[in-house]
């Protein structure tokens, strides 16, 4: 079975069918910079034209950098504000035509490699988390999706966390690996302390890399990067559309 899955991030909206049984992209996915500014009518339109390209009229998934609930955006952190309060279901459903299914993308991510990646038959508490514009993060107990946990805002040192420690923090500091590795291990620490975790799974666009950095992060937690990378937000929100 096939489903259509679309990610929108604070730099770029990708998406790509997916054969859900595989956890796998069926065709090479489309990329498109997000619109700036990132308002709901042209972040649309963006969602619209991947759904053009692969010629999809079935069921769609798509993923939103922020707190969702019954498709209605919450809080927008790496988006335009007039997101908030906005209903993305119906907007993405409007404009395409297609029935559509949005949730949060780090929470897409983790139900993605909680299916058929790394988490795959954890139990206990398992904590994913997304270095990207932002810092995302979506939370498991016995395998049970906590959703919208958003802990990329949790406060260290006076500011967001991800402020501090996403992946665009990194690159606009201009921060080596080590420096960067030092950043995400106290924010890994914190996030520790408050959860107790069994398994920490890093994701975003940043997990490819993570011999660059993982090595030099230490805390009591097994950490390992996601099998997925960066294409799980895609095949999360695939999954989640395609479910009963």
């Known amino acids: 079975m096939e ?4 990610d929108i991030g604070g730099s770029g909206i990708k998406g790509a069918p997916v054969d859900i049984a595989k956890g796998e992209l069926t065709q090479e996915r489309l990329r498109i910079p997000t619109p700036i500014p990132s308002k709901p009518k042209a972040v649309a339109e963006v969602v619209a034209e991947i759904v053009r390209h692969f010629g999809w009229t079935g069921q769609v998934g798509v993923t939103f950098p922020g707190v969702v609930i ?8 790496n988006v335009d504000h007039e997101w908030i309060g906005t209903d993305a279901r119906a907007l993405f459903a409007g404009i395409t035509g297609l029935p559509t ?10 139900l993605a490699e909680m299916e058929i990646g790394v988490g795959r038959g954890q139990g206990g508490v398992v904590m994913m988390l997304t270095f990207g514009t ?11 999706l906590v959703p919208n946990t958003e802990l990329g ?3 260290l040192r006076g ?12 690159e606009k500091d201009e921060l080596s690996w080590g420096k960067w590795a030092a950043r995400v291990e106290e924010y890994l620490r914190h996030v520790e ?13 940043v997990s490819k890399k993570a011999d660059k950095f ?13 099998t997925l990378q960066n294409e799980a937000g895609i095949v999360g929100a695939a999954m989640a559309a395609a479910a009963p």
């Open 3 to 6: 489903t259509l899955g679309i």
């Open 70 to 77: 019954d498709g209605v955006a919450r809080t927008a952190a």
């Open 101 to 110: 299914v949005v949730l949060n993308d780090a929470d897409a991510a983790g």
């Open 134 to 144: 932002g810092i995302g993060s979506a939370l498991f107990v016995n395998g049970q």
């Open 153 to 155: 805002h949790l406060e």
């Open 159 to 170: 500011k967001e966390a991800e402020k501090r420690a996403s992946d665009h923090a990194r």
């Open 193 to 205: 302390a408050l959860f107790s975790p069994s398994l920490i799974v890093i994701g975003g666009g």
């Open 214 to 226: 993982l090595p030099l992060v230490k805390v009591n937690t097994r950490v390992v990067p996601a």
